[in-house]
């Protein structure tokens, strides 16, 4: 059984910088598979970023490449969203998901974003 917990939301005006972060209980060492999606008002759930259980692979939706970065610390079994150059459109609820052995799939609650003009 794995808990996630997110935190870090708020909000920023644009242009600035937020940085979110997982705690992924019941995850150790290279158990899960982690990644970040979001999800607008009026809008389906989208992916953000992902991050390998396996040997620490990135890749990202390309509304975010080059602005965001996903990274992971395994001691504390965390995973981080950084957030910079964030736009309006950015606005939405970010979750965490992970799949624990490539298999279990699990969702934490979300935390906002808002990115003001």
């Known amino acids: 059984q794995v808990q996630l917990v997110e935190s870090g939301g708020g909000l920023v005006q644009a242009g600035g910088s937020l940085r979110l972060s997982c705690a992924a209980s019941g995850c150790t060492g290279s158990s899960c598979d982690m990644g970040w999606y979001r999800q607008a008002p009026g809008t389906e759930r989208e992916f953000v970023a992902f991050?390998?259980?396996?040997?620490?692979?990135?890749r990202y939706s390309d509304s975010v490449k080059g602005r965001f970065t996903i990274s992971r610390d395994s001691a504390k079994n965390t995973v981080y969203l950084q957030m910079n150059s964030l736009k309006p459109e950015d606005t939405a609820i970010y979750y965490c998901?992970?799949?624990?052995?490539?298999?279990?799939?699990?969702w934490g609650q979300g935390t906002q974003v808002t990115v003001s003009s």
């Open positions: 991050i390998s259980r396996i040997d620490g692979s990135t």
């Open positions: 998901k992970t799949i624990l052995y490539a298999s279990a799939v699990y």
